[in-house]
């Protein structure tokens, strides 16, 4: 062998968690999800502010699944992954199109989540297929002063 032999080095991620889960999409999933997704990140040893802004951006997400796409027989799909404290959150359900985006009415409730996601969110975006949905959020738990941007 003539030519010279390069190393690579990759760097192993100290920590990597991921859980996920499927609820039925009506109204009490969004309770569940919070529920389900403070308890994981507890286990998973983050218990911050960004650990609880993380588990408002599930409620909210979930939210948007139950009332655009939800109903007893919809099923909407929940999956943390963690990754040395970059934390995504993804949340699917079936139904790919993009519901239009309400304007907040004063002191109504609705037209508010996704403008609350995406203050909380580090990063954020929307992936759709001929049949679902995944929207998405990152988050940096490491650090709860992370400057944020809005996408």
């Known amino acids: 062998m003539t030519g010279a032999m390069h190393m690579v080095a990759v760097k192993q991620p100290r920590s990597l968690h ?26 998973w040893g ?7 802004e993380l588990v408002l951006i599930a409620s909210e997400l979930v939210t948007n699944v139950v009332r655009h796409a939800g109903g007893p027989r919809r099923r909407v799909g929940l999956e943390l992954q963690e990754v040395d404290g970059d934390c995504r959150i993804e949340i699917l359900d079936y139904r790919p199109d993009l519901p239009l985006p309400e304007t907040p009415v004063a002191r109504g409730e609705c037209g508010r989540g996704l403008i609350l996601v995406r203050e ?23 650090a709860d002063d992370t400057p944020r941007h809005t996408p």
């Open 18 to 43: 991921h859980w996920e889960t499927t609820l039925t999409a009506v109204p009490a999933a969004a309770s569940t999800a919070r529920r389900m997704v403070r308890s994981v990140l507890r286990g």
């Open 46 to 52: 983050w218990d911050n502010d960004r650990a609880s």
């Open 120 to 142: 909380l969110a580090d990063d954020m975006g929307v992936v759709t297929t001929a049949t679902t949905k995944n929207v998405w959020a990152r988050v940096l738990l490491a």
